[in-house]
């Protein structure tokens, strides 16, 4: 066991952790945020991306170790002061029917469009190309994307 | 259950490069470098590595240097792929390295994967490896006795294998700017628009002069160049029947598998076709012309 502390959506948090546990697992486990998912622990599908030092990464590839002293932002820190725009239009547009996607796709989008804040409809595709979602086709959750860019 | 890791090891985060070097020295084959971990992490979670000690790199300053000084462009071993498309003189003076870059999986894995990583790595389908191959990279080893360069081409003995020793660590790549006018196309076949390994690559480098450079990953058991093919273009304009000539070689010089990714069938009929398509892109494109780089040509 040792300790590692990082700021976790703002706030300095510590813990306990062992050399081989995931950052995935701390977060959700110990540290009590469950907006990060797990589906495939492979890096495949995105469910479990969060921002570190605002970069967006799979949290189920890095050990809990290596975040000491970084800044780790989820889906919780992004949505701390309410559902965010492109969160209303991804409602707006039923942009989800499980869900289970949705959180990796808003932390994957956090990044993107802060880099690129207008981007065309093909770059939005690439952007999310690391996203699995298994129910929805994409369509809508593209739709969404591409009305929030436009009425911004 | 969750992406749980079940084998324990103990982690080291070394300061300076004489600590790893300190390191690499004691702990030799127990040890394994973690930089991005976008594979060592997935191999250990599968029990393919169970290293006893995992040292981490990503303190030591010096690896992240990402520098060109006119005549060369050197990578640092913690060198991202996001950070090589990002780079301006990566994507105006090497645009080969760029377009490589730009087809590894997504975002999220390139903001850790590194560039070192993958030729560390060394698995067929690394698609860095053409890239490196056409540009004639070399790659900086160093430990306690010392520092070494390879020729990239030499870098790789098989799948998974190279000729890192085991107290030698990767300390970047050196990558010597080409200062006459060319051409360059990297040509990808996966199953699906990010995160999928190559199932061929082909990347394609047109030096003003009719030189061509051609190297190939993921349909032999190393990323290799196509040397046959390039004795045959060198010297020669493109044209229709020498492109024809040429995807006859290359089926000579590749010897591909079929795995769950594709079949060995599949695999020469596309490596062929994307041949083609990688010559004529490099050629207009050193004309001025063709797609733009980035731009999928399959
Ligand atoms: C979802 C997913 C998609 C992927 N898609 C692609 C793809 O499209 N194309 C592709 O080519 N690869 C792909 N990969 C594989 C992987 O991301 C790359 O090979 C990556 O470049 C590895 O870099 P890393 O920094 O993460 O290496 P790590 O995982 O940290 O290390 C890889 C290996 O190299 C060794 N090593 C690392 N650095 C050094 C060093 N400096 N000296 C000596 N040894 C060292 C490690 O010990 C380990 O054995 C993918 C992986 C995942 C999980
Ligand atoms: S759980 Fe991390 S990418 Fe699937
Ligand atoms: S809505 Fe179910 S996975 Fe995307």
């Not at chain 1, 492979?42 to 189920?60: A, E, Q």
């Not at chain 2, 070494?148 to 970047?172: A, H, S």
């Not at chain 2, 006859?248 to 079949?263: F, G, H, N, Q, Y």
Request: aromatic fraction near 6%.
């Amino acid at each position: 066991m040792r300790k590692i502390s990082f700021i976790l959506n703002g706030e300095k948090r510590s813990v306990y952790v062992e050399p081989n546990d995931l950052l995935l697992d701390v977060l959700r486990d110990k540290l009590g945020d469950k907006t990060p998912k797990y589906g495939c622990g492979r890096g495949d599908c995105g469910t479990c991306t969060v921002l570190l030092n605002g970069k967006s990464v799979r949290s189920c590839l890095i050990l809990a170790v290596e975040v000491d002293g970084q800044e780790i932002t989820t889906l919780e820190g992004i949505s701390k002061g309410g559902l965010t725009e492109l969160q209303k239009y991804f409602l707006k547009h039923n942009s989800f029917q499980c869900g289970f996607c949705a959180p990796g796709m808003i932390v994957t989008l956090e990044e993107f469009l802060k880099k690129n804040p207008k981007p065309d409809e093909e770059e939005v595709k690439e952007a999310i190309s690391g996203n699995l979602c298994r129910c929805t086709g994409y369509v809508p959750i593209i739709r969404a994307v591409m009305d929030y860019v436009k009425n911004k | 259950m969750s992406g749980v890791i079940s084998h324990e090891f103990e982690y080291l985060k070394p300061k300076n490069l004489d600590e790893l070097v300190d390191f690499l020295t004691q702990y030799k084959t127990k040890a394994k470098i973690l930089s991005g971990g976008t594979d060592l992490i997935v191999r250990i979670k599968d029990g393919f590595e169970s290293p006893e000690v995992l040292i981490d790199i990503k303190g030591i300053g010096e690896l992240k240097e990402l520098k060109f000084n006119g005549n060369s462009l050197f990578i640092g071993a913690s060198v991202t792929f996001n950070e090589l498309i990002d780079s301006e003189v990566v994507r105006e003076r090497y645009p080969l390295l760029w377009e490589a870059s730009k087809s590894v999986a997504s975002t999220a894995i390139r903001n850790r994967a590194t560039l070192v990583g993958n030729i560390c790595s060394a698995v067929p389908s690394l698609d860095s490896g053409p890239a490196l191959l056409d540009y004639e990279a070399e790659v900086i080893l160093k430990s306690r006795n010392g520092e070494r360069k390879v020729n990239i081409n030499e870098f790789f003995l098989g799948p998974r294998k190279t000729v890192l020793k085991e107290d030698e660590f990767v300390y970047g790549v050196l990558i010597p700017f080409i200062n006459r006018k060319n051409g360059s196309a990297y040509v990808k076949l996966g199953r699906y628009n990010g995160e999928d390994l190559a199932q061929v690559g082909i990347g394609i480098l047109v030096v003003e002069g009719k030189e061509y450079r051609v190297a190939h990953c993921a349909v032999g058991p190393v990323a290799a160049r196509a040397r046959k093919v390039e004795q045959l273009l060198n010297g020669k304009d493109l044209n229709d029947s020498l492109i024809e000539e040429a995807k006859k070689l290359i089926v000579e010089e590749i010897s591909p598998i079929t795995d769950i990714r594709a079949t060995k069938e599949y695999r020469i009929h596309m490596a062929k076709i994307m041949l083609e398509r990688g010559l004529k892109a490099a050629v207009d494109r050193l004309n001025g012309k063709g797609p733009k780089y980035g731009e999928r040509l399959i």
